[in-house]
């Protein structure tokens, strides 16, 4: 089976810090997405890679950035982090049918 | 523009109940269609998928969904639903030429009443 790894369950951050959220996958996929999921808002995309070292903006990608320098891992990065950033990420990677999601990294900005 | 509407936030139904979850979209071009299953406190997994052929698709743990062209719809559902299948639904359309990006609905959360 195809696994998507997401390097954190919870997480807690303060106002301002520099948070990186990591994503491996070890199906050899090109396609590689970071979502934020909210309730009622469904997922929003924020970055997707279609392949190493290539990144393009979502939906929502102001104040954060994204990271791809191997095939298999998709970092999304929050430069400053901020209480309205407090949200469930989920990373996923995909053939063209189908998604592969991670469990979700849950974030808390304090 | 695409855009997927899930009519439902929230669906309670009694166990061995028949339900249907709605889902319409709106696009001016072909697209793909999938049904998304969050269990709780999991990631995303994929129920079923319509990507051409019979309008008829039926996916894992007993859903079904048909693809309605002409009411732009894409309905799930189930003769009888089991505590199990207490979860949050996720519709999705994928244009076939946008690289594969997913726009998705706000999601339907199943309610299994005992």
């Known amino acids: 089976d195809v696994k998507v790894t997401q390097s954190s369950r919870y997480l807690v951050k303060r106002t301002g810090e520099k948070v990186f959220l990591e994503c491996v996958q070890d199906m050899d996929h090109e396609n590689m997405f970071w979502y934020r999921q909210d309730p009622g808002l469904g997922l929003r995309l924020i970055y997707f890679?279609?392949?190493?070292?290539?990144?393009e903006k979502g939906d929502i990608p102001e104040g954060y950035s994204v990271s791809r320098e191997k095939k298999e891992r998709f970092s999304l990065i929050l430069e400053s982090a901020s209480t309205n950033q407090t949200s469930m990420y989920l990373c996923a990677s995909s053939t063209y049918e189908k998604l592969f999601f991670g469990s979700g990294t849950q974030l808390s900005v304090l | 523009a695409q855009s997927v509407t899930q009519l439902d936030s929230q669906v309670p139904v009694f166990e061995e109940a028949p339900v249907e979850l709605r889902c319409n979209y709106s696009s001016s071009v072909s697209v793909y269609l999938f049904w998304y299953v969050q269990y709780p406190n999991q990631g995303l997994q994929l129920l079923l998928k319509?990507?051409?052929?019979s309008t008829l698709v039926k996916g894992i743990n007993g859903f079904e969904a048909e693809f309605n062209k002409s009411q732009t719809s894409f309905h799930l559902r189930k003769p009888s639903v089991h505590i199990s299948d207490t979860a949050e639904y996720f519709c999705?359309?994928?244009?076939?030429?946008?690289?594969?990006?997913?726009?998705w609905g706000a999601g339907t959360k199943l309610i299994i009443k005992p």
């Open positions: 999705a359309v994928s244009v076939w030429d946008s690289n594969y990006q997913l726009i």
């Open positions: 890679s279609y392949d190493v070292k290539m990144k």
């Open positions: 319509y990507l051409s052929g």
